[in-house]
Structures are given as C-alpha cells and as structure tokens.
C-alpha cells in the first residue's frame, strides 16, 4: 500500500477544508441564516479534536497531524492579515477623526455596556461549580467571560458587510469605525487578564514606535509608482503584524493598523477589490477551518447549553443596550441604532481566539469554553437575518 507523503497529506486535508463546508453551505441553501464562513468555523469544529479526534482519533491523527496543522495556521495567518489589512486601508481614517466624538462614545458604549452584562452573568454562573479553571482568580473570569460578551469579531464583521452590501456605505464605515477602536481594546483587556506587564510596557514601546515609523511610510508611499506600493504594503505589513505580535496585541491588531495608516487613493480601487475577493476564495477558508481545529471542548450536558443561553442573552442585549444608549446621547436617528446594536454583536472568530487563550492559561474550563463557543455562533448566526430586513425597510423608506 501507498504510503502518502507530507505533501500529500496536506492536499488531501485542503481538499476537505474546501469541499466539505462549501457542499454543507450550497446543498443546505443555508446562506441566510448561516453564511458560509459560519459554516467554514462550524467545519473546522466538528473536523477538530473535540468530534472528528474524539470519534475517529487514528483518521483525525492521520490527516491533521502537527506537520499539516503548522502549515495550515502558517497560510491562516497570512490570510487574515492581508484581509484586515485591505479593510484598515478602506476605513477613512480623516472621517473618523471628523468624527471623533461619535466614534469615542459609540466604541466606548459599545464595549462596556456589555462587558457590565456579560460579567454579571459570568458572577452567577460561578455560583455553580465547573466554570472556573484552576489557575483562574474570580475577577480574571468575570473580566474574561464579560469582555467575550463585549468583544466584536472584525473580520466577521468586514465579510457579513460586504455581504449585505454596505461595506463602503457611510453605515458600514461607521461600524467600521466603531468596531475597530473596541478590537483594539481587547488585547489591552487581555494583557490585563493575565498579568503581563512586561507586554503592557511593550505595548506602549510599540505605539511609539508605530508612529514614527508611519510617518515614515507615509512619506515614502507617494513618492514611490502604484505597482510598487503594493509589495512595499506587504512588507509594511508583514512588520506591523510582528511588531504587534510581538507587544502582546496580537498580530491581528497590528496588520489592521497598518492598513488604517495608508489612504485608499494610493491604489487602484478595481484592483484592492480583486485582490480582496481573491483572499476571500483562495486562503481565508483555511483560516475559518484552522481556527476550529484548534477548538478543544467537551459538551458537559445541559448545564453548557444553559449557560450558552446565558451568555447570549447578556452579549446580545448588552450590546444593543450600549448602542441604544451612544444613540440616544448623540441623537441617532429612529432605527439606526438597533442596526448598528445587530452588526456589532457579531463574534465568532476574534471572541474564540481570546477564549482559547484564556482556556491554554487555565483561567475559564472546557465547560466554560464550549458555552463561550456556542454563544459566539448563535451570535453571528443571527446577524444577517436580523440586519437585512432592517435594511431592506430603510431602503424602501428612501425611495418613497
């Protein structure tokens, strides 16, 4: 018999992560309700350690062996860079500042109103035993399971936007906006969570250094043709996401904040969406897969899903709460307020990354994980059928 190389292991655990979501997603016509990259998270679950490992350990041991998975986390990563990076160059950063006010206060309900929510219920569950990991102190869990409440997942969101067609709409650059200063927040919260000050104070050694050296790069792009500009770009990012790595702000952070730093004019516009719908088809599947094959839970019966129930209830009302109040302060009008509420509670990826850290540092338990798990995809499931009639409605009310 055969004996298949490294290679084609590889291949044969591509053609899976390609094919099997993509016939669950168009067989079940189940776009509307759960898009695609729901189905890529939900396939790389039930593909992961905690299903496909736990039934078929010697098939799940063979295709996704350590080899196999550090390829696909080196392709994953990649790709989600260059897609935060293409959407940090599409958020206007002057508007943002013209708009300075309304984006500080809508960021900033928009993350404690749920962040109080999401912590209260995680005080009442830790009055039942099995959710506390043993390394965890009380106010490390609350902190945690309240800022997975709050927490919206950026790329998620960028995808379900441009879904719904208003990704460049002044609405979708003001989730834009709003969103990016709250995942910003969440790996400060983090470095919090787990005492690291050594990152705190590299966090700080990073912004500085960050400015100086977009001054620099802003100097240097105009002056260079637009074919140039672009490999220049990869490089610039390939720096920030190290670089913010490296100060405990997660590479994603730093590959969105160099893109923020770069004007949209420098590029052709044909050209930036082309290259993002080609990462959309070609890698970023890998990276919805690769994040649940990382995924390690253990269903603990009723008990997880009513907790799961919880903490959907607490994410998904705190945030519109929160966005109900920026609203109201700064004199939304009728209706805009819930739209935004509904696209900011999005959670899925960004959310399932922290709650793997706090789960590898034994903060939170498996129990815990997989209810934090089951919320952020209930959550991002309700999205688009929320959202869509919403703007269907205000369309027609404008062309009246």
Known sequence: MHAMSPT?????AMLLIFSAPY?????????YWAPLVVVQIIGGILLGPGVLGALFPGYYAFVFSPQTIGSLNGIAWWSVMMFVWIAGIELDLGEAWRQRR????????????????????????LRFPGWRGPQGATWQV?????????????PILILLMEKLEILRQPLGQRVLRYASLDDVAIWGVLAIILLDWERVGRQAGFFIGFTI???LIRRLMPRIPERDRWYVSLVWLAACGFAGDWAGLHFMVGAFLSGVVLDARWFDQERMDQFRHTILLAVMPVYFLSTGLKTQWDVGGTTVFAGAALLLVASVTGKLAGIGLAGRILGWKKGDALTIGWLLQTKALIMIIFVNILLDKQIITNETFTAL??????STMLTVPMVAPRLRRAERIGQR
């Open 8 to 12: 084609e292991i590889f291949l044969l």
């Open 23 to 31: 016939a669950v997603w168009r067989l079940g016509r189940t776009d």
């Open 102 to 125: 309304e984006t500080t206060v809508t960021a900033s309900c928009a993350l404690l109103v749920p962040l109080v929510t999401g912590s209260l219920a995680a005080l009442l569950m």
């Open 142 to 154: 609350v902190l945690g399971i309240g800022m997975a409440c709050a927490v919206t997942a950026l």
């Open 213 to 215: 050296a977009t001054l």
């Open 373 to 378: 798990l089951l919320m952020a995809l209930a």
